[in-house]
């Protein structure tokens, strides 16, 4: 079991950059792959990148492979999302999810079976 929590959202100008982070408060990140999904308001839970137990191997959306990318620090117990060049459109609630499954399943929400609790991102024009 792990318990996860997000952090480093906030408000930001469009073309700025953010650093998420998601970190274990119980229990052993480096035990599961560990994606990041966001959430707007009316629109389903989307997934954007994923990464590998060892940080060797990962997965992204195509609409934020260039740029976002998803890394992690298993000495730390964290993982972390570097946003570049945000966009109005990237202005969500941000999700870490932790899974154990197959890695080809691991680009639906039905993967995961542990979430945080979110973090907003706000992207203004």
């Known amino acids: 079991q792990v318990r996860l929590v997000e952090s480093g959202g906030g408000l930001v100008q469009a073309g700025e950059s953010l650093r998420l982070s998601c970190a274990a408060s119980f229990g052993t990140l480096s035990r599961y792959a560990i994606a990041w999904f966001r959430q707007a308001p009316g629109k389903e839970r989307q997934f954007l990148a994923v990464?590998?137990?060892?940080?060797?191997?990962?997965n992204y959306a195509d609409s934020v492979k260039d740029r976002f990318t998803i890394s992690r620090d298993n000495a730390q117990n964290t993982v972390y999302l570097q946003m570049n060049s945000l966009k109005p459109e990237d202005t969500a609630v941000y999700y870490c999810a932790a899974g154990l499954g197959i890695w080809t399943s691991l680009t639906s929400r039905n993967a995961f079976n542990y979430w945080g609790q979110g973090t907003q991102v706000t992207v203004s024009s």
């Open positions: 990464i590998s137990t060892s940080g060797s191997t990962t």
